[in-house]
């Protein structure tokens, strides 16, 4: 399989505790994007990457979340002191970003986050 | 950001022609509309991309009137497997990642 892949695919944890989601995007693709979904709405914005380099961050992604993306493939999310409210699909897209303007985002298949 | 307004639900009949239209008032010049579809517990998937005119592939038709401030989507004869939520996004993805509004939830009949 050569789409991108997040795990883990479900994660149930306790107030308070950390959490860090892994992304595999599609190899060749040197951008890549989290997005966060709740149930009924759309996907949220929270942060993007163009190779290594974290280029955008939603001004509602508190200090809570850090995103990294050390050697322009792979990427983590971490959550620190989880908190009932974020409880949510965590989903990870990649895209082949040219200088035009392309718009295709490929997106994983999510990984759900359940705070008790 | 262009902020876009769409219908928040559709019902349709297998068989049927499906058009979902989106408005984007303030779209601007570097803009894209590009529409995507989701299941329940998957990530969004693209449909269709376009800046103006009238774009087609295999599942799709985009319609955008010379003035860009809406655009339709069009799904030819839909199925069953046409149930999903559709997305209307307008930006530009070399400058800034795009934003998913509510979208509009199809729900297609026998």
């Known amino acids: 399989d050569t789409g991108v892949s997040q795990d883990p695919r479900h994660k149930i944890t306790k107030r308070g505790q950390n959490v860090t989601f892994r992304c595999d995007p599609i190899s060749e693709h040197n951008r890549l994007y989290w997005y966060r979904q709740t149930l009924g709405q759309g996907p949220e914005f929270l942060t993007y990457f163009q190779n290594e380099a974290q280029l955008e961050k939603s001004r509602l992604l508190s200090d809570r979340f850090s995103a990294e993306r050390p050697k322009g493939s792979f990427s983590t999310l971490e959550i620190q002191r989880t908190e009932q409210g974020d409880s949510a699909m965590y989903l990870c897209a990649s895209s082949l970003g040219l200088a035009a303007n392309t718009g295709e985002l490929f997106f994983g298949e999510g990984s759900r986050l359940t705070v008790l | 950001l262009a902020k876009t307004t769409q219908p928040i639900s559709m019902d349709s009949y297998e068989g049927q022609e499906v058009n979902i239209t989106c408005s984007h008032n303030n779209i601007a010049t570097n803009d894209y509309i590009t529409w995507y579809q989701q299941f329940p517990s998957q990530g969004p998937r693209f449909i269709i991309q376009g800046y103006k005119t009238k774009v087609t592939n295999e599942v799709a038709s985009l319609f955008i009137p010379a003035d860009r401030k809406s655009s339709t989507l069009s799904l030819p004869r839909v199925s069953l497997s046409d149930t999903a939520v559709y997305y209307c996004?307008?930006?530009?993805?070399?400058?800034?990642?795009?934003?998913f509004g509510s979208g509009t939830r199809l729900q297609v009949q026998p």
């Open positions: 996004l307008v930006g530009d993805t070399g400058r800034r990642a795009l934003t």
